[in-house]
């Protein structure tokens, strides 16, 4: 699976929107891009993945960019609930035994 | 309704024990994971099973061994507990082992070896 690097820490004003960037500049074509959260010591969260189009669900939408080499994902209206680790990670398709491969993520902060 | 149900949901033990952790899920999947996380946060890929059938396999040690009775269950076993084994373990489930299916995770096990 491709590496990707992710800012250690971000801070957001509740109500804000917060966006999370990500870059894996070394891709491939097949490799899909997911994000993940974990609220203290909770399992991961699934919040969002997408190959190549931007994608949208109730929960945060994800940008890619054209030449794939980076992705933001946007929190429209954060809160306090919002707050946790949230992993950016790029995996691999159509392959046997593919598991996603958790990095050091973002801490997110979000204050009143 | 749990998606992705572990037991226990802490567990306290002493060394050289045997004890075993329960998964089950319940959203129809057919791929089950069992991943690590240590005193660092590393996330960690142990197992993975598809259809009962073991597909991943990490480098872990051979004291630790899953078990898939079934699609909705994957359980870990490790014998001889070492202090070192003591992390929090957590379970996840997919349809189907692609790229496009996301995991879906428990909300873990906490491991403590004395």
């Known amino acids: 699976d491709a590496k990707t690097t992710q800012p250690t820490s971000m801070d957001c004003a509740e109500g804000r929107a917060a966006n999370l960037p990500c870059n894996h500049s070394t891709i491939s074509g097949n490799e899909y891009v997911y994000w993940y959260r974990q609220i203290h010591s909770q399992g991961p969260q699934y919040i969002i993945h997408?190959?190549?189009n931007n994608e949208t669900n109730e929960m945060a939408s994800l940008i890619i960019t054209e030449d794939r080499k980076s992705s933001t994902l946007i929190l429209p209206h954060a809160t306090l609930r919002d707050t946790a680790v949230y992993y950016c990670?790029?995996?691999?398709?159509?392959?046997?035994?593919?598991?996603?491969?958790f990095g050091k993520g973002t801490t997110l902060s979000v204050s009143s | 309704d749990t998606a992705v149900s572990q037991t226990p949901k802490y567990l306290v033990t002493q060394m050289g024990n045997d004890k075993s952790i329960k998964c089950e899920q319940n959203l129809g999947h057919d791929t089950m994971y069992w991943y690590k996380q240590d005193s660092k946060k590393f996330l960690k890929i142990m197992f993975s099973?598809?259809?009962?059938?073991?597909?991943i396999n990490e480098t872990v040690p051979n004291r630790f061994s899953p078990k898939s009775p079934d699609k909705a269950h994957l359980n870990l076993h490790i014998n001889s507990l070492e202090l070192g084994d003591s992390a929090v373990y957590f379970c996840a489930s997919s349809q189907g082992w692609g790229a496009n299916s996301p995991l879906h995770f428990g909300n873990g096990t906490r491991l403590t070896v004395t």
């Open positions: 997408g190959l190549k």
């Open positions: 990670i790029v995996r691999v398709g159509n392959q046997a035994g593919t598991a996603l491969i």
């Open positions: 099973y598809n259809n009962k059938e073991l597909i």
